[in-house]
């Protein structure tokens, strides 16, 4: 009986240890979420009609759209001998299929789907180590979002429209939702603990409209975010702006961005953009990778889709410059609350969130951090790999590794 007893004891301590181990320290509590309207889904079918046949394979065509069937009912074509073409497709969870006779062996919508929600580089092993973004305020400059996503509606703390927003900017766009789902989705994201602040960019009152561009909407917009920030208990702030979008000098609005940014800086925001050179001196490119291949496989990244052929002609230099993954991603979809979308082909507007993303897992491990500590850190840890094209190989790097850079980051904590 005795022992028994001391059995039973020894087995309550382990378990009160373990427990104290997972346990998180509570965080300061926000306040209540602001969302200043819900905005519907929308349905893309009209923009992408039943096709006639089956497109001609490619590989060199610089049409984005030529193998896009979001929303499509293709359910009349024969595909079965199309396998590469599929591979590397677009579509969302609304694309009508052909029957399974119609389709090539191998191919399998669900299992690209469910790869490309995968941020790869070992993100989800930090996760699994509780480093998810938990009590780090990300916040994203971008259209319009639907706002009730399942990717991160629990994450969502505030959604209103920005300066200068009218018209169709208004509505839901495929931008806002696949950029929110690649920074802090529960199964995209990066971050999927972090705090989402979300202000809807608009057009500036037309100027995008009539051929030009004027970003002091946009400042007004980062000056917004400050302002928010100051309300926000000290452990939960606000630390990095995405915005997946850029500008120059010579921009109507230029000195007015460039001062708004200067200010977030001054409150400890990091602000990444397409203008992130300009800014702070990072040079940042994306990176493709097969559709089928493993997102946590270094050795199976590749050069950009939209930039391979400068890479390979030796036309575009990686001197200094951080690989993300930017190809072969899915998203929150805008057409329903459910649904996401397969883009074959990607931007810098994706790696720009997927960067916010890590930068916030960063100030989980390491509140102080800077971006200047975090950029050292990042090209220092990231790796390079080699890579064989027409038969040549190729030095390939540095490529973004969060784990690496994250024990780097806590050494300096």
Request: aromatic share 10%; glycine share 8%; with cysteine.
């Amino acid at each position: 009986m005795g022992k028994k007893s001391s059995l039973f004891s020894l087995l309550t301590i382990m378990v009160l240890v373990i427990s104290s181990c997972n346990t998180q320290k509570p965080l300061p509590k926000l306040p209540p979420a602001s969302i200043a309207r819900h905005p519907e889904p929308v349905d893309f079918s009209p923009y992408f009609p039943k096709r006639d046949s089956v497109p001609t394979y490619d590989p060199e065509t610089s049409d984005p759209f030529l193998y896009d069937f979001r929303s499509s009912d293709v359910t009349n074509l024969d595909f079965s001998k199309s396998l590469e073409l599929l591979n590397n497709s677009s579509y969302d969870s609304k694309t009508k299929w052909p029957s399974p006779e119609k389709m090539p062996a191998g191919f399998s919508a669900e299992q690209i789907m469910e790869l490309g929600k995968d941020p790869g580089l070992g993100i989800r092993s930090l996760h699994a180590d509780g480093i998810t973004g938990r009590g780090i305020g990300i916040a994203i400059i971008d259209q319009t979002l639907l706002v009730d996503h399942q990717e991160y509606v629990n994450q969502l703390q505030l959604f209103e429209d920005g300066a200068g927003i009218e018209g169709d900017w208004l509505t839901t766009s495929m931008h806002g939702p696949a950029v929110a789902s690649i920074a802090v989705g529960k199964t995209v994201g990066v971050a999927p603990d972090a705090d989402l602040y979300f202000i809807t960019m608009g057009d500036c009152n037309g100027a995008f409209a009539l051929g030009g561009q004027d970003f002091t909407c946009l400042a007004k917009d980062v000056l917004r975010v400050i302002e928010i920030n100051k309300g926000l208990p000290e452990e939960r702030k606000i630390r990095v702006i995405s915005m997946s979008i850029g500008w120059r000098n010579g921009n109507t609005g230029y000195n007015e961005i460039t001062d708004a940014i200067e200010k977030a800086q001054a409150a400890g925001i990091f602000v990444i953009s397409t203008s992130i050179y300009q800014t702070y001196g990072f040079n940042i490119h994306g990176m493709a990778r097969p559709s089928m291949a493993d997102p946590n496989d270094f050795s199976v990244y590749l050069p950009g889709i939209f930039w391979a052929n400068d890479f390979y002609s030796g036309a575009q230099n990686l001197e200094n410059t951080l690989l993300i993954p930017m190809d072969a991603r899915t998203t929150a979809s805008p057409n329903g609350l459910s649904d996401y979308v397969h883009y074959s082909r990607g931007g810098w507007s994706w790696i720009v969130p997927y960067l916010a993303g890590v930068y916030a897992l960063a100030c989980q491990v390491n509140p102080e951090i800077t971006p200047d500590v975090f950029w050292a850190a990042a090209m220092k840890t990231g790796r390079t790999i080699q890579i064989e094209h027409d038969g040549k190989q190729y030095s390939f790097g540095v490529i973004l590794d969060p784990q690496s850079l994250l024990n780097e980051i806590k050494q300096t904590n």
